[in-house]
């Protein structure tokens, strides 16, 4: 396989992805803050970490990968308590919703999804080492991370720190703090609020400290990669790397890896223009959920996308040219030795496709190889039979691309919710044979009603000089 290179956001360079561990990739990605539906904002994001983890394992990888779950924060706290909840139970929903969503959109599943909830001591711990550190400092039961203390703060960002005045005592958070720019790292309780006990009295995590600690838990003080929005890089990230490398002294993350935002219609996606959507909003509109994962996928990570329905619409034609070249193939017939023309397309395939995907994840290129080796196989199969086990040979190339793309087989994708029909394959046979015999004896009336009832189930019929062939569009 060839040398994947990746564009690290730490000094803004495209590099070779050096493991530490030779043969293993170690990933940490930001999940989501439970207080609501994830809209397809999100989506987009853990579609492309997605995307990321898949190929990965394709170019040759073994990844162990962690996605945190954020279920605590001021925005929970708050909502739990207008809505006269715990905030697990006010949560449960949320987090349910989440992993549906991944599901519809057959996002892989990582290896640990730890909750903030059951990480506190460890977030105690590291809390406790910065403060023996001289990294933090203790007001009033919260404790506030020393930036004047790291030199190297702003590295990953790229911002200028010294437009923000110094020395200015200022509420952030209602707590007072030495810098304008030093962050919570913990937060005291306020009356009423879920709290935890701590050194510093009861309380609750900053958001920042949240993702190092479970990332350092189960990763280790250094790990290969960190992926997350656009958006998380300052100061989300920046506040990860210094805390991090500050309580460890280590290097906190080798390969910074950051997905772009999802626009729609161009504009940016807000509730207040009503064109934020989540994935149940489009399901209500009659979308196919592959269709979107499709048009995820099809965008570069670092490209914004803009989100349009006529943009799903032109996925979903590009689904349907890939599954016709599906659908010709399995009903090809075959014959003599396996044919080289196939066997070519296919090394093209396979090498083309991999060294796409090791030049920065280019899924565009990518695409365009598979693409182009459609073009072939349609081309191929016009002139005649297939070489014996050539049908084969072509589908299970289709799988091994589909490992990273996740939409090539429209077998997986069959829900009744999707319109997907349940009707056995010996009964679409049936009904197809009635139709071939009510057209033998010119009933074209009863052909004709077979046919629509057909279509009614999601079956369209392609008549051919070697006789009928019938295809699920759902």
């Not at 990746?6 to 293993?24: C, D, K, Q, V």
């Not at 990230?237 to 997905?259: L, P």
């Not at 940016?268 to 223009?273: G, H, I, R």
Request: net charge negative; hydrophobic share 35%; charged share 30%.
């Amino acid at each position: 396989m060839p040398q994947l290179q990746i564009y690290n956001t730490l000094g803004r360079r495209l590099a070779p992805f050096e493991p530490l561990r030779p043969g293993e990739a170690r990933v940490y990605t930001c999940g989501p803050t439970v207080y609501n539906h994830a809209h397809i904002g999100n989506l987009r994001t853990f579609v492309a970490g997605d995307v990321l983890r898949r190929s990965l394992k394709y170019l040759g990888y073994k990844v162990h990968q962690v996605m945190n779950i954020t279920d605590v924060d001021d925005k929970i706290i708050d909502s739990a308590a207008r809505a006269g909840q715990a905030i697990n139970d006010y949560t449960k929903p949320y987090i349910d919703s989440f992993f549906e969503a991944l599901d519809t959109l057959h996002v892989e599943r990582v290896e640990k999804y730890p909750r903030a909830t059951d990480h506190i001591e460890d977030m105690l711990t590291m809390v406790g080492e910065l403060v023996d550190r001289g990294y933090a400092y203790e007001v009033e039961g919260s404790v506030f991370f020393r930036i004047a203390r790291d030199d190297d703060y702003g590295r990953l960002s790229e911002k200028d720190l010294e437009q923000t005045q110094r020395g200015e005592r200022v509420l952030d958070d209602e707590y007072d703090k030495e810098d304008v720019r030093d962050f919570v790292l913990w937060k005291a309780a306020k009356p009423g609020e879920p709290s935890w006990d701590s050194p510093w009295g009861p309380g609750r995590p900053g958001w920042h400290i949240e993702c190092s600690a479970m990332s350092t838990r189960y990763l280790g003080d250094t790990f290969d990669i960190h992926t997350g929005g656009v958006d998380l890089i300052f100061p989300h990230h920046e506040n990860e790397i210094a805390q991090s490398e500050s309580a460890t002294g280590q290097e906190f993350v080798r390969s910074w890896v950051h997905s772009e935002h999802l626009i729609v219609d161009g504009k940016k996606m807000s509730k207040s223009l009503g064109n934020q959507y989540t994935l149940e909003d489009l399901l209500e509109r009659g979308i196919e959920p592959r269709a979107l994962r499709y048009l995820f996928v099809s965008a570069h990570y670092r490209q914004k996308l803009n989100f349009t329905f006529e943009s799903l619409e032109a996925a979903g034609a590009a689904l349907k040219r890939l599954d016709e070249m599906r659908f010709r193939v399995e009903h090809a017939a075959e014959e003599g030795e396996p044919d080289e023309t196939v066997a070519r397309a296919i090394r093209a395939l396979e090498q083309d496709f991999a060294s796409a995907l090791a030049d920065d994840l280019n899924v565009s290129g990518a695409l365009a190889t598979l693409f182009a080796f459609v073009k072939e196989v349609n081309r191929r199969v016009e002139q005649g039979p297939l070489g014996t086990d050539d049908r084969q040979r072509v589908l299970n190339a289709y799988a091994g691309v589909d490992r990273v793309l996740g939409v090539l087989d429209p077998s997986e994708w069959r829900t009744e919710s999707a319109g997907g029909d349940d009707t056995d394959d010996a009964e679409i046979d049936r009904l197809v044979q009635a139709r071939q015999e009510a057209r033998a004896s010119r009933d074209f009336a009863e052909a004709d009603r077979i046919r629509d009832e057909l279509a009614d189930r999601g079956i369209v019929i392609e008549d051919t000089p070697q006789g009928p062939r019938w295809k699920r569009t759902g």
